[in-house]
């Protein structure tokens, strides 16, 4: 069985589902990212890694181009007093078990990623970006 994006597909139902439907067939997966985490590892789950074939070897060969990667960030100014009362107004009758709760997983939304402030000013840094250096 020959599998494509193997790091994307078997490690869940669709991986259980072929394993019960062809039981005695041989995995050969291809990944161009495989997962090396504890629980989800590609090459300990079919076996190791028959070849590797780099960016850099693909480089040399001229089979791509170097990738360029610019790092962007988004520059924000956040008024956390601000935000903190509209907080503290938001939870004013929770209890305090609560309050801790929904601090802890306001957090970890990443809200402030998601306002609009923060889209417009992706786009508008995008848009300069291409402007100053490609257009």
Request: aromatic share 8%.
């Amino acid at each position: 069985m020959l599998i494509d994006e193997a790091h994307r597909t078997q490690h869940g139902v669709f991986n259980v589902n072929m394993e019960r439907v062809l039981p005695n067939a041989c995995f050969v997966v291809f990944t161009g990212t495989p997962l090396m985490k504890k629980q989800k590892n590609t090459a300990e789950k079919f076996g190791g890694i028959i070849d590797t074939y780099t960016i850099v070897e693909a480089e040399q060969d001229g089979a791509i181009v170097p990738i360029l990667y610019e790092g962007r960030l988004a520059l924000q100014d956040v008024n956390k007093s601000a935000l903190d009362r509209g907080v503290d107004l938001v939870m004013e009758d929770l209890e305090e078990y609560q309050k801790v709760d929904l601090k802890k997983k306001m957090s970890k939304a990443n809200l402030i990623s998601k306002t609009d402030q923060n889209i417009y000013q992706i786009a508008f840094d995008i848009s300069k970006h291409f402007q100053e250096n490609w257009a």
